[in-house]
């Protein structure tokens, strides 16, 4: 049984202390580096994208969202951190849940990984858009350990167990779910969000996840009118509202067997970077 772990309270930037899970030593930070760009506009809240991208598909993500608003807040050692050991007998597999054109897939691989060449991790994304996913594979610069899918996640996953059968894995170790949480909810329900949160608990040894505030919500609703599309089927129906990041923290501790053990603080949007692990 795992040692208890200090409740992490998400509204603060104060790291509390979390456990290795391979040694149980305890260990933490003083301080969370939080984001600052405020001239910045939200990539989900901008009315003028190209497309109406309704599942947050969007062409030119990247430019309004770099990878580095992320990484400034993920440690570069996360993976040993986490008690991960590369070059070990054992490979790391790490998740990337809509990777869009596979910007970040790339940018985090390298963040993490000292030695990409001589690495036995191993990063899998997906995206349900076709067009995203041929364009990640074109620009990809580490076909042997990086790869790149078309999935939808909510209709079915034997790809990713597939995946984790050629590895000789039963779990992804590490599982990125950044900015995806709202496309799904919007376009199927209340129960497309904890189907979706439960799937990915279900697989994953650990979860860093980051949800679009509710905010996000009211302007991905509001750019769709203004472009003269139809709303959200479910937009007006939901009952999970207000602080997402928070419902989902309730989702995954009481129903899925995870517990928050860290917050790395918001991002440029302030969005909360959460990481969970499995009990």
């Known amino acids: ?96 849940v809509g990777c869009n054109s596979g910007d970040l897939s790339v940018a985090i691989y390298k963040h993490l990984v000292q030695e990409p060449g001589e690495s036995t991790v191993h990063l899998l994304g997906f995206d349900l858009d076709e067009t995203l996913v041929e364009r990640a594979e074109q620009t990809n610069p580490l076909h042997s350990n990086v790869s790149f899918i078309q999935l939808d996640i909510t209709e079915e996953t034997n790809q990713l167990q597939d995946f984790l059968s050629q590895h000789s894995c039963s779990h992804f170790h590490l599982c990125l779910c950044l900015a995806v949480t709202m496309w799904v909810h919007l376009n199927h329900g209340d129960s497309g969000l904890l189907q979706l949160l439960s ?32 709303d959200f089927d479910h937009f007006k129906t939901l009952k999970i509202r207000g602080d997402v990041a928070e419902h989902a923290t309730e989702h995954l501790e009481r129903h899925c067997g995870m517990e928050l053990i860290r917050s790395f603080g918001s991002t440029a949007w302030d969005r909360k970077l959460l990481l969970f692990r499995r009990r």
């Open 1 to 96: 049984m795992a040692a208890p772990t200090a409740r992490v309270k998400i509204r603060e930037k104060l790291v509390e202390p979390i456990y290795d899970i391979s040694t149980r030593n305890l260990f933490s930070s003083t301080h969370v580096t939080m984001a600052t760009c405020p001239n910045l506009k939200d990539p989900d809240d901008a009315v003028n994208d190209p497309g109406a991208a309704p599942y947050g598909n969007f062409i030119n993500y990247y430019s309004f969202n770099p990878p580095e608003n992320r990484l400034s807040l993920i440690p570069a050692t996360l993976l040993q951190d986490l008690g991960y050991r590369d070059g070990g007998d054992e490979p790391t597999l790490i998740l990337d």
């Open 199 to 230: 799937r990915l608990a279900a697989i994953s040894s650990h979860l860093l996840l980051e949800a679009q505030p509710w905010k996000c919500y009211r302007s991905a609703a509001r750019r769709l009118r203004k472009l003269g599309r139809s």
